[in-house]
């Protein structure tokens, strides 16, 4: 059965526009139809002027965050069909900087994933290995973390990032904490300054709704306070044993 919702999109044009406005389309849905699929029908027959961003329609890429009703939510995997007879409200996400329309600057948050390494620093294997092993219960330390991908639904979430843009954020913390709790790692050391630091988990205040927001139950939320713990062993690591931090 085909109904009709009106779908309101938030317009801006940064190098036209002298302030963001709410444009209203009225998009025939099916039950199946998501809020991506809705943007589309817009782009596609009514406006195609209308910028967003998408990629695999899957809940795997994170490329459709919106602000879906006020809520931080991916596009392909929320219904229409959740809000009918009433309106559904795009937004872009929360707390950054719009390039055009529904579509973000993710430039801050680029940066500081690139400072949290988020990679593995190769450790050297053990004498007369050629691998460094694993046990499974050693994966489990981090594999929650491991499935962060950036959505970004979590900064839109956090109300700190909101006051403070130099709080270096949920998702760049929790992979922080995924490579740092990987027994194969040796890059503990190059992170911790960016735990330590004013702007690292210190800045988080503790709400916890970037946890509530998260499409793949990662956590952010432990994972930086999992980090604070860490955090205060290294600081009394470093006051009782300096020489230990001029090594490091």
């Known amino acids: 059965m085909t109904r009709t919702i009106r779908i309101e999109c938030l317009r801006y044009h940064p190098e036209t526009d002298a302030e963001p406005r709410l444009q209203a389309y009225e998009v025939p849905f099916t039950d199946d139809m998501s809020v ?123 109300p700190q990032y909101g006051l403070n843009p130099a709080f270096t954020g949920p998702a760049a913390l929790t992979l922080l904490h995924r490579y740092n709790a990987d027994s194969r790692d040796a890059g503990r050391a190059q992170r911790m300054p ?4 004013e702007d690292g988990v210190w800045g988080c205040t503790l709400v916890g709704y970037c946890s509530e927001v998260c499409p793949k139950d990662v956590d952010p939320a432990r994972a930086v306070n999992q980090n604070k713990v860490n955090s205060t062993l290294d600081y009394f690591k470093h006051f009782l044993f300096p020489r230990a931090k001029e090594k490091s």
């Open 36 to 158: 991506l699929q809705g943007l589309q029908y817009i782009k596609d027959h009514l406006d195609g002027s209308l910028t967003f961003r998408w990629s695999c329609r899957m809940a795997i890429c994170g490329s459709c965050g919106q602000m879906v009703n006020g809520v931080p939510r991916l596009g392909c995997e929320t219904f229409l069909r959740e809000f009918w007879p009433g309106t559904v409200r795009v937004e872009p996400l929360e707390h950054f900087p719009i390039v055009r329309d529904l579509a973000i600057d993710q430039s801050d948050f680029l940066a500081k994933l690139e400072s949290v390494k988020p990679y593995l620093v190769q450790k050297a294997p053990p004498a007369g290995e050629n691998t460094n092993l694993q046990a499974p219960e050693e994966m489990q330390a981090y594999y929650r973390y491991s499935k962060c991908i950036n959505y970004l639904l979590c900064y839109a979430a956090c």
């Open 194 to 197: 960016v735990v330590n630091q």
